[in-house]
């Protein structure tokens, strides 16, 4: 029995401790974990530098609102668009709100309201980025949705020529749809898109919740495709567990929001700002990323080895991969965590592998054998 609100299907261990990859469950059973708390811990748990930004900083100041200047969001806001297109960054604390004031920016900008977004696409669940997500079972049983919202089947470019007319304020999409597969965007699709924003006043708004902060291997996904995002939104790696999220947009959309017209509380808290600061500094750094790089090389070459019959299909990018098959594989999650590996499913068919950025090859391959020993049939 238990006084929560039984919104999750949790699996029947509690993670009590964590260094890097590796987890301990409340009996002391260790896990390589290939979830990183969904795409969250991208220093792995306990980083020693994390762990000392945080302490610092609680020993300073721990809120002071935005009632007042911040200094240390100004810091991280220039450290985030250093060398991108973007200009401006604003803080809050989920990706569901990162992309609520997305879709706000939006609106308020081109004073239109129709926004397309993708089928098994997933921004949130608030009742913005609820309705801009393109799952029924996400929307089901919770009434209306926010109106003017069109869901396009993802990589499809005559149905997306087809549905672009002057009504569109911004076309919203992941790079890699996380929750709906590992699904990545197509060269195709993304060109068409680009080309469709750049000749009208359409926004194109890229969800990097997931795939942002290193993820993919560049600092945002949408670098290692033909888009060029108005905005983009940013939360689960950008604080590596604590939960820090951010929009980034361009200096056009700077005088859209003025003073009172959107806000938080919590965004940009000093805790949460001192943690992502490092974060990004620590991820941001070429080298770091090219390792990131070169481990998903590895990563995907091993699995392809593993699995050469094409059972289980490898998809994604850098370290956002998944195993997919033709059947369900909820099953196979439960017999991973008893043989030690911890992984998220991505919809029904794929296993999602999320370990931390700085995972050890060591670790993908103690990972890979446990895979290939519980999936296999043979
Ligand atoms: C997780 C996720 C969200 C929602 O983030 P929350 O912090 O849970 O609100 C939005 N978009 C994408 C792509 C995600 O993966």
Known sequence: MSALFNTYARRPIALVEGKGTIV?????????????????????????????????????IWHTSNLFQAPWQEKLAESLVKDTHFSYAFFCNSGAEANEAAIKLARK?????????????????????????GQEKIQKGFGPMLEKFTYLPFND???????????????????IQGEGGVN???????????????????????????TGIGRTGSRFAFEQTPLKPDIISLAKGLGGGFPIAAILGTKELYDTFGPGSHGTTFGGNPLGVAVAQK?????????????????????????????????????GKGLLLGLESENEVGEYIGKLEEAGLLVCPAGTKVLRLLPPLTVKYEEID?????????????
């Open 24 to 60: 301990k469950d409340q009996n002391g059973k260790e896990y390589l974990d290939f979830t990183s708390g969904i795409a969250v811990l991208s220093l792995g748990h306990a980083h020693p530098e994390l762990v000392k930004a945080l302490r610092e900083q609680s020993e300073k």
């Open 109 to 133: 900008h081109t004073g239109k309201h129709h926004i397309i977004t993708f089928k098994q696409s997933f921004h949130g669940r608030t009742f913005g980025s609820m309705s801009a997500t």
């Open 279 to 315: 974060v990004i500094d620590i991820v941001f750094q070429p080298e770091f990323l090219n390792e990131v790089k070169k481990k998903s090389e590895y990563f995907i070459d091993k699995l392809k080895e593993a699995f050469p019959d094409g059972e289980f299909k490898v998809k």
């Open 157 to 175: 470019v005559d149905a997306l020529r087809n549905a672009v007319d002057d009504s569109v304020a911004a076309i919203m999409l992941e790079v």
């Open 366 to 378: 103690d990972a890979v054998a446990i895979l290939k020993k519980v999936l296999s049939r043979k």
């Open 184 to 210: 990545p965007v197509t060269d195709e699709f993304a060109e068409a898109i680009q080309e469709i924003c750049s000749q009208s006043d359409i926004l194109l708004i890229v969800d990097e919740v997931q």
